[in-house]
Structure formats: structure tokens, C-alpha cells
């Protein structure tokens, strides 16, 4: 499928100081990760969301939320960083303020190499208390499903987080200043259903940026982007970084003459 980059967008990138991300599950649908909402393969299709993500559930039946999100931990970690995981890694290699706001908790960017990476959702791979909230790394297996807290005994949990629960607070400050901030904003393979993630495209528009969505379905933010460019992320991203640097005065060598250079008055 061909994907054509429109002219503009290629500009405002050559343009823009700041460039921000947000991406979703769909980013890592092409690494075999299923996202929550597509029909059929989508998580939320073949579970309920309030029997697995909550903090009702967890304490109605922690076992098996505990188990679901151990088969979740395991199924990303056979999973590998995918084409739109490394252009991402490579515009931020290009671009000196770039900022990565992700709902995933694959950490499949951080493994791919970006590195300002802020998770609004938490991280499938860490863990905390249920009745503390602070984080552990350490326990003794003791046969118990969930796991029991070293210091307190409570139970562990996964550290993400759940509806009906608030967000890292610093993550979604940043998050949010670098929205509003930003001269180009690009929301890839999220849904845009869930606020307050949902609201930082919105935020970036708002400030000025230009607001592009890659995503192959419409979304509730389509009608408010500048450039829509519809197609698997795999795809689209590194089609857009192609287009980002190709001729591009910045990484071709220059070949002005020594004395035409340092004109500086
Ligand atoms: P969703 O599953 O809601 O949406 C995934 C989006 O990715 C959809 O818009 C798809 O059209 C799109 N998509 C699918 N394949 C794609 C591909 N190859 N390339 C690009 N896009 C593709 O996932 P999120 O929007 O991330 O929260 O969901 C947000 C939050 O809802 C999640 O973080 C999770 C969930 O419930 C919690 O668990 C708290």
C-alpha cells in the first residue's frame, strides 16, 4: 500500500522544535500484541474490563487477575519491538526535543531504544503492593498467587494502572505540558476513548501544533486532526520518517565553500 506523505506535514516536521507522540495498543498490534477494542482480536472483546481492571476486581478475585496479567506479561515478552516501534526510535534520534507519551504497558518502546518515554499507564513488567501502593521487586516465592508483599504481607499487583483509578500523577503533568507545547503531535494506534490520555491530542491542537492521526480506523479525534494518514503504523511510521529526512539540508553533508560559512555579523 503506498502512503502519501503530504507536503505540509513534511514541513512542519523539518520545522518543528518540539515534536510529541502518543501512541496505543495498535502500535503494538503488528508485534502480535492484541490491542483492547478492535472486534474479534481485541482483549476487551473476549474479557470484561470490570471483571480484570479494577480494583473491585483484583480484591474479588486476585488470583485470577493476578494470572491474567502474568499471561499478558508472558505473551509481550516472546513479543518483539516491530517497524513502528524503530522509526519512533529513529525520530527521536533526529529530533532534539521529542517526547513519547505511551498508553502501553508492553514497554516494547523502551526495549526498541526510545528513551524519553513517559507511561501514562504503568508498566506490565513492574509490580507494587495492592495496600501500600509503593513498588516491589523482590519477594519470595512461596507458592501464594498473588504473591505476598516482603514488607507488609498485603498482596502484589500489577503496576499499571486501572479504570476507575487516577494516573501518575507526574507522568500526566509532563504529558500534558509537552502537549501543549509541542509544533507537531502525532496520535498512532490509540482508539482516543480513554481520558485523560484521550485529551492530549486535543490539548496539542489547542496550543497550536499540527495534529496528525496514523491509525487505519477513524477515531473520535479524526475530524479535529490536520493530516490523516490511515494505515498500519508498521507502515505509515516509517513512511513518515522517510519522507521527515529525505533531502534533507540537515543530514546532508554541506558543501558551502569555508569562507561562505561563519557569516556571522
Ligand atoms: P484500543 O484497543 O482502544 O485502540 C487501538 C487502536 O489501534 C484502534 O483505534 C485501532 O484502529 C488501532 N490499530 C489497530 N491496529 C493498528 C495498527 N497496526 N497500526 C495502527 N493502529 C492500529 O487501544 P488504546 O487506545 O491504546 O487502558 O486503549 C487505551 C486504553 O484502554 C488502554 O491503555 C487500556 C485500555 O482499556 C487500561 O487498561 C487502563
Redesign the pocket.
Same mark, same amino acid.
Given at each position: 500500500m503506498a502512503i502519501e506523505i503530504p507536503r505540509e506535514l513534511v514541513e512542519s516536521l523539518r520545522r518543528a522544535r518540539r515534536v510529541a507522540v502518543l501512541?496505543?495498543?495498535?502500535?503494538s498490534?503488528?508485534s502480535g500484541v492484541p490491542?483492547?477494542?478492535?472486534a474479534q482480536t481485541?482483549?476487551?472483546a473476549r474479557f470484561r474490563?470490570e471483571e480484570l481492571?479494577t480494583p473491585r476486581a483484583f480484591r474479588l478475585d486476585p488470583r485470577r487477575v493476578w494470572e491474567w496479567y502474568a499471561w499478558r506479561r508472558e505473551l509481550v515478552a516472546r513479543a518483539e519491538p516491530n517497524a513502528?516501534h524503530r522509526a519512533l526510535v529513529a525520530m527521536e534520534a533526529r529530533q532534539p526535543e521529542f517526547t513519547l507519551i505511551t498508553?502501553?504497558?508492553d514497554g516494547l518502546h523502551t526495549r526498541a531504544g526510545s528513551r524519553n518515554v513517559i507511561e501514562?499507564?504503568g508498566n506490565l513488567h513492574r509490580t507494587k503492593c495492592f495496600d501500600e501502593d509503593v513498588a516491589v521487586s523482590e519477594w519470595t516465592d512461596t507458592g501464594d498467587v498473588p504473591p505476598r508483599c516482603p514488607r507488609c504481607g498485603g498482596l502484589l499487583r500489577p503496576d499499571?494502572?486501572?479504570?476507575e483509578?487516577n494516573l501518575p500523577v507526574e507522568a500526566l503533568a509532563r504529558a500534558m505540558e509537552c502537549s501543549a507545547a509541542c509544533d507537531v503531535f502525532l496520535s @498512532?494506534?490509540? !482508539?482516543?476513548? @480513554?481520558y485523560p !490520555?484521550?485529551e492530549l491530542p486535543l490539548r496539542a491542537r489547542a496550543g497550536g501544533a499540527r495534529l496528525v492521526e496514523?491509525?487505519?480506523?477513524p477515531?473520535p479525534i479524526s475530524a479535529q486532526a490536520h493530516h490523516v494518514l490511515r494505515?498500519?503504523?508498521?507502515e505509515?511510521l516509517p513512511e513518515l520518517l522517510r519522507a521527515w529526512t529525505e533531502h534533507d539540508p540537515v543530514l546532508s553533508p554541506r558543501e558551502d565553500p569555508p569562507d561562505a560559512r561563519g557569516d556571522v555579523t
Open positions: 501512541t496505543g495498543a495498535g502500535v498490534a503488528e490491542t483492547f477494542r478492535d481485541g482483549l476487551w474490563p481492571a513502528a498508553q502501553n504497558v501514562l499507564h499499571v494502572v486501572w479504570f483509578e @498512532v494506534g490509540t !482508539a482516543t476513548v @480513554v !490520555a484521550a496514523i491509525n487505519p480506523s477515531t494505515g498500519p503504523a508498521g505509515v
